[in-house]
């Protein structure tokens, strides 16, 4: 019998950890199979954050280095300066990278430095239960914005993938989502694009993905579904912000 | 090859240039006073031996790129001083719990707060009783002279190694200016030590893990066990101290660093005058010369203890001095620095209350 699926050879014959109809194990799957992908998995060193993706290790069968919350993109460059010929990511959520990582993400794009990010934007602090994020969207009620976030002391929902187009460092910036099938494919071919920025030393590579989290969400896995596609894509378009084409390179 | 060559260059100099003669080929650091020639010098001169100098958007940004350098096997390095110090004190616990060797640099200036960068001993007490949050130590030195900003250095590197533990130099504004002739290179060659557990990419063997979570309560036990042991290893083995004319004394003078420099010449003022004044320096400040000052406050029983501070180690000499012992502290706070004629003055009044 042919078989038509099978586990990336990236991840490690263990189950997720996460709640049922979390999005963090699609995104740990769609990087492993880039990692196959490039067949990088032993030049392949992760870089963990703090909050649900923290377990990165229990998955990747990689090297994987624990950060301090926020400061993964930092580590990230130790690592990088070192191994230049070794592959490096580092996988965050929205609090970890767009509120106390802000300053150590910006920099990193701005310094061009060759990395990968990944982003998962599931809109609060999952692991901490369900806080405000700086991606929270307006209205939405969280365990610290009980009556829904207001613009008015809490401010607007920050868009990192714009701004982070902005900056010349970066070789590619995109956001995706991995709400169904067709997402889930945008989304594969866009990580493995940033980890091949990469491998061709392209400089600094991002992809933010829209992620369920069904938990904080207080919803149906399903209905979580149907929440990306009506109330954050609206807001979070999905796009490519910036490629660098291998030209450019100069 | 005999590369040993005699300069006269400053105390952050020696430090920088120690770096490069110790194999550390990565700097990563955030400006600020009284530390600038550090940068200023690996700026200069590490990309000529292959090295990589980056100026971080921070001391945290620092620190933890100073983390991953670490964690992928290199040896790696940041310099600070008292606010910059703070910012980098989460680094610091992840990296003594990650079990990360590195070198820290803090040419401590006046506190709390922005202080000021005159001479400074603050900084004390969050070097040696852990500094960031939870239960660790790093290993601390206190050089007194430029010669040992350079030899403690290169000892740091290859402690921060064999201990794989972070290390920090302590020093402050006086040691990092003055300029004094340094002899250099020429000794034994610093020798960074295999590193299996380094992150390299998992080619032939099994993927390497560098974390601190331990949520399983017996893990954590079992980790922070481990790390205690390690601790108890370095009080054992690594404690460095100076013993000075203390032979005949009558009085035995305490203090470490800057403040033991001024006090040399206190101490021969003295010595001049018939008084017999020795003095005991921790060079270790972790780990603390506990048992050596024991040993000699069993003896000679006045001790004076002299910082740039209003009394932290103190504390230790406390702790360890034998139930007889008088200890006398006197304390200067940072701003102004401390004068020979007034430490002179301790000591004649120490002398003073002897046999009364
Ligand atoms: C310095 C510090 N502050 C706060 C925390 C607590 N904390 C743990 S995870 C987390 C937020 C994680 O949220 P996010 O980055 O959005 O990831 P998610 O769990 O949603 O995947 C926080 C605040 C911490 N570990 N360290
Ligand atoms: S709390 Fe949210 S982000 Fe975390 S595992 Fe559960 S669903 Fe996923």
Redesign the pocket.
């Known amino acids: 019998m042919k078989q038509v699926f099978k586990r990336p050879e990236s991840l490690r014959d263990v189950s997720f950890h996460f709640c049922p109809g979390c999005h ?1 194990g699609i995104i740990h799957r769609l990087v492993a199979e880039a990692i196959d992908r490039l067949r990088i998995r032993t030049k392949t060193i992760g870089i963990a ?5 923290v377990f990165l290790y229990d998955y990747f069968d990689t090297d994987v280095c624990e950060a ?2 926020g400061r993964a993109p930092a580590v990230a460059t130790g690592v990088k300066r070192v191994h230049k010929d070794r592959i490096v990511f580092a996988f ?6 767009a509120a ?1 990582g802000t300053s150590e993400i910006i920099h990193a794009a701005n310094r061009g430095e060759n990395i990968t990010v990944i982003f ?1 934007n ?1 809109t ?5 239960g369900g806080q405000m ?1 700086p991606t929270t969207m307006l209205g939405q009620h969280t365990t610290t914005t009980p009556r829904g976030r207001s613009f008015l002391g809490d401010g607007y929902p920050l868009k990192v993938s714009e701004l982070l187009a902005t900056l010349e460092g970066c070789s590619f910036v995109a956001r995706v989502a991995v709400n169904n099938p067709a997402n889930v494919r945008r989304a594969r071919k866009m990580i493995l694009k940033a980890f091949e920025m990469q491998v061709n030393n392209m400089g600094f590579s991002f992809v933010e993905v829209l992620s369920a ?1 069904p938990t904080n969400w207080k919803m149906t896995p399903l209905d979580a579904l149907k929440r990306v596609d009506n109330e954050l894509i609206p807001y979070f378009p999905l796009k490519v912000f910036r490629e660098k084409t291998i030209p450019d390179k100069l | 090859m005999n590369d040993s060559r005699k300069r006269l260059i400053n105390g952050n100099q020696a430090i920088a240039a120690a770096a490069i003669d110790a194999g550390c080929r990565y700097y990563f650091s955030y400006p600020i006073t009284p530390q600038s020639e550090i940068p200023e010098y690996l700026s200069l001169h590490l990309p000529e031996v292959g090295g990589t100098f980056l100026q971080a958007e921070s001391e945290i940004a620092s620190i933890n790129m100073v983390l991953g350098a670490s964690a992928a096997g290199a040896r790696a390095m940041t310099s600070s001083s008292g606010p910059g110090i703070s910012l980098k004190q ?1 680094g610091l616990s992840y990296m003594a719990a990650d079990e990360l060797p590195a070198l820290i640099v803090n040419i401590s200036r006046t506190g709390p707060g922005l202080g000021g960068i005159a001479a400074s001993q603050g900084d004390y007490f969050q070097a040696t009783k852990g500094g960031g949050h939870g239960d660790y130590r790093i290993i601390v030195l206190a050089p007194s002279s430029v010669q040992e900003m350079y030899d403690l250095t290169i000892k740091g590197f290859d402690l921060a190694d064999t201990y794989r533990t972070p290390v920090m130099i302590l020093a402050d504004s006086v040691l990092g200016q003055m300029k004094e002739s340094v002899v250099m290179g020429g000794r034994k060659k610093s020798t960074p030590t295999k590193k299996d557990w380094a992150l390299t990419g998992c080619e032939g063997r099994s993927p390497s893990i560098i974390k601190s979570l331990y949520l399983d309560g017996d893990k954590s036990s079992e980790h922070n066990r481990k790390l205690f042991e390690k601790y108890q290893r370095i009080q054992k083995n690594e404690v460095i101290c100076e013993l000075n004319r203390c032979k005949d004394a009558d009085l035995i003078l305490i203090a470490f660093g800057s403040a033991a420099r001024i006090a040399k010449t206190s101490i021969e003022t003295a010595r001049e005058k018939g008084i017999k004044v020795g003095m005991l320096r921790p060079i270790t400040l972790f780990p603390f010369p506990n048992q050596q000052v024991r040993d000699i406050s069993t003896n000679i029983k006045d001790i004076l203890v002299v910082e740039q501070n209003t009394g932290q180690m103190v504390e230790d000499v406390l702790i360890s001095a034998s139930e007889n012992a008088r200890v006398t502290f006197y304390g200067k706070p940072s701003g102004n620095v401390l004068e020979a004629e007034e430490i002179l003055c301790q000591i004649e009044r120490c002398m003073n209350k002897v046999g009364t």
């Not at chain 1, 954050?49 to 993706?53: F, K, L, Q, R, W």
């Open positions: 963090h954050s703090v909050g649900c993706s301090p919350h965050q959520g929205d609090g970890d990278l106390i998962v599931n609060v602090y999952g692991m901490t994020a989290c | 989460e």
